[in-house]
């Protein structure tokens, strides 16, 4: 089975314990407005503009029927009306135009995580999936994770926690770790800013503690949005009350998502 | 094996020249210090290197079991049991070392003045006999530095101290702690000595495993470690020697070192090594000896000299494009490294090839990489013609001395069969020039993006007003992204170099030794034109075995696997590879001594030789380089050495912030 996948990045050391490496996998039924991955949101390929490799020879400027690339000084890319039909990547010849995400199977992964396993099993890393929602693509998350547990390797899934119930206890047998992200404990605020209400969410997260599975919280810190008090307050009391050892992890924001929105022709969802 | 006319004459002509310097010696002995001697040594009057080049140590086991008392005697007793030039070469060694016996008696009368008793005892001693305490071990240490006239490679130093520390431990006669001071001292001693002169070649060796597989680790080793840990020194250069059953204490040490971001503590896989140096026809106790020199190369503790040459393959590229001509924009001049040098203008070791044909006429890839090989071992043949050493500089005697079977059989150490010199041929930038291999391979030959006289008139104008082709090159595929098809490249081009360098053999009919390693890496950026790789003239170049910096993008964990596909085990004159981690990918992880070490260990796992892990702060480097006198003690790795960074030349700063940020 093939999946959408945005990257594949190794010697990954903060997305679970050890030396892993870890697989962006496409599409998020969220739209936080913080998104740090925004390549990864859409769940079909998009056009993604590196203006470092770009030599100027305006070629996409010419090429694209929808008239989403300017000139002035330098390439600016809107994507508002892309229509994805791949001229401009054709055309361009210093690989400055590709696609956001790539269609491989489940083997093709297996093959790129297999090379570092020594480095896995000193260090007591593995393979992560994250995202987007990696279960967003079970069928594919399933066939992988299946595949790498038979390989000995350790599986940490990185997960926004929306997801069906169902998908959860599909692969819950092949994980060894879950990063669940909470943004907020308040159903109105979660709407607001992530686009979709939280009871799967928390219902998700009770039922992988019920079933004692390995969960550490991720708590994307946000200025203004999520860091007030009485959120984090809220979300740190409605773990300690369900199982007082988990670990809650802040994760302080990412700068580097300003130039990602620039390579995608968007403009960034939050005031920030 | 006699010993020629010319020989004795040219020894007899050091001998006198050394006796007289000798005297030059500074008397200095203090109350503050454990240990008598200067810092520093006298000039010399011609230039040293010639019967000494320094690279290699002094046979500490036999300097220590005889002392300078019980060589002097021994060549005095031996020279009975031979006549002529052989007699001669003992009653003269007699001579010199009576003359070390006698100023070492010196120091004792002055320590005896200023009423220094330790002092005292312990010179009196020397000048009669061998060590027995641990701080008369230390003290023979200190003088064979001074007596040895330039900084010179130290060897295993916690292995020949460990039996004088235990002995002393045995009696009661110090402890721990006590050692710490005197070792202490003599670490401070080498600072002094180094004088932060950068490449001094003060290296130790420290651990290791003996023929029986058991860790020779020891409470010096971890005394050292920890001190060099506290203290801020340059010197001396502190190398480990790691096995599968080293233990996590030393892991510890190690990794604590490599964080400090001094560029310090490199590492040496005891497995791949001494396998790969009774490959070589060393026999196992002298192969479980091995130790290391400035450059990391690998050379035998106690077991005679070494020497190295190296040539370029990337210059070879060059010669097969331009049908063995060069193709410089201009001719540079440089220095060594430091800014304080002189300016001298850089050359290729071989600057014209062979005729390999003309490149436009090379139809398919094979012929380009026949023609490629034919370059190299071109370069090979020329560099390894003459022989290493010659009758004109036989080894000072002082040093002689100490090596095996000098002695006993009144044989020079350079035609002495029982030395197991190290005299090695170095290949350096393979990475880079495996890169312009694969971009040739892939741009004309396979995908045919691009035409043969177009890729020559780039090169030929530096890829000036040639920014897409120059692009293109860049992004060809590169070593050191676990890529098989680049990688294999740089597989086979370093198994027919390791081939063709053994077949070389020295004067005591040993094999050369291959290497991959270059530590004129900065220069070779300016001595070779701009490469198919899309490197312009005097971008950054590959060092050692590591990929070209800015071209590996994957990470240290494909690094690692793509130089460890090349049997680097047999590359055993030293293939280092220089990684680099930035600091930042490290923040946050709640062990990164433990990351670091694991990278290390599965760095040996695979068979990798020497390994030069640093943690690098990118900003810190840039931030230096305009801001100077904010970062004077800014420590970073040049080649074998650490060096303050405002202190090296504009180009070798260059280097050093581009290979910084490679990932
Ligand atoms: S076609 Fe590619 S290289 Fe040319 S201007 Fe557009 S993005 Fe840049
Ligand atoms: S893919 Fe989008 S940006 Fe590219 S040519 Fe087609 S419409 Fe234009």
Known sequence: ?272 | MKISDTLIESIKKDTESYSAWLKKIKLTVDKDYFLAGPFASPEYKSWPRYHDNFHYPLGMRKMLSLGFAGIRDAALRNSHNFKGNQREYLLLTHEVYKNITGLIARFAAVAKDKNLGDIYRICNNLSRRPPKTFQEACQVYWFCAVLRIGTSTIGRIDQHLYPFYKGDRKKGLIDLDKAKLIIAELLYRFEKRGAAKGDTLQNITLGGKNSYGEDEANDLTYAILELAAGNKYVEPKINVRVHQNSSKRLWNLITELQMSGRGICTIFNDEAIINGLIKYGRPKEVAYNYCNDGCSEIILDGFGETWFRYIDCVKAIEHVLFNGEENLPKRKKMQYYSKNEDYLEVKAPVQKGQKTGDFLMMNDFPAFYRAYLKQLKYQIDIMLREPYNSDKYPMRLFTAATMPDVLEKAREPYANKSCYHTYGLFIGSLGTAVNSLAAIKYLIYDKKILTKPKLLTALQNNFESYPLIQKLCQQAPKFGNDDDLVDKMAVGIAGKFAVWVRAYKDSTGQPILPGLYNHLFHHTAYSVGATPDGRDFGSAIGEHISPTPGTAFSGPTAIINSVCKINVGEQIFGSTLHLNIPVTSLKGTANPQDIIADLAKVFCLKGGCVLNLNVLDYQKLIEAQKHPEKYKDLLVRVWGFSYYFVNLSKEMQDHVIARAKAL
């Not at chain 1, 769940?43 to 470092?52: G, K, Q």
């Open chain 1, 1 to 272: 089975m093939n999946g959408f996948i945005t990257k594949i990045q190794r010697f990954s050391l903060h997305d679970g314990p050890g030396i892993r490496t870890t697989v962006f996998l496409k599409g998020c039924p969220l739209t936080c407005v913080w998104c740090q991955n925004p390549e990864t949101i859409a769940e079909c390929p998009e056009v993604l503009f590196l203006n470092a490799h770009c030599i100027g020879c305006r070629k996409c400027v010419k090429s694209c029927p929808k008239k989403c690339f300017s000139w002035d000084n330098q390439i600016k890319f809107n994507s508002v009306n892309c229509n994805r039909c791949g001229l401009c990547i054709d055309n361009c010849p210093a690989e400055a135009l590709n696609w956001s995400s790539h269609e491989l199977s489940s083997d093709d992964i297996i093959r790129e995580a297999i090379k570092d396993k020594l480095y896995y099993d000193l260090s007591g890393g593995g393979l992560t999936l994250s995202g987007g929602e990696p279960l967003a693509q079970i069928g594919f998350c399933y066939e992988l994770a299946k595949k790498a547990k038979s390989l000995g390797l350790h599986i940490t899934i990185d997960t926004s926690g929306y997801v069906p119930r169902a998908a959860l206890e599909k692969i819950m047998p092949f994980v060894d770790l879950f990063l669940f992200d909470i943004k907020f404990v308040d159903r109105r605020l979660h709407q607001k800013y992530t686009g979709q209400p939280n009871d799967l969410i928390l219902g998700n997260f009770q039922l992988l503690c019920k079933l004692k599975k390995l969960v550490i919280v991720r708590v994307p810190v946000i200025t203004g949005i999520t860091d007030r008090q009485d959120n984090l307050f809220r979300i740190n009391d409605f773990i300690k009350q369900i199982d007082p050892a988990i670990k809650i992890d802040y994760i302080p924001f990412n700068a580097l998502m300003l130039e990602k929105y620039k390579m995608l022709g968007k403009t960034v969802l939050a005031k920030i």
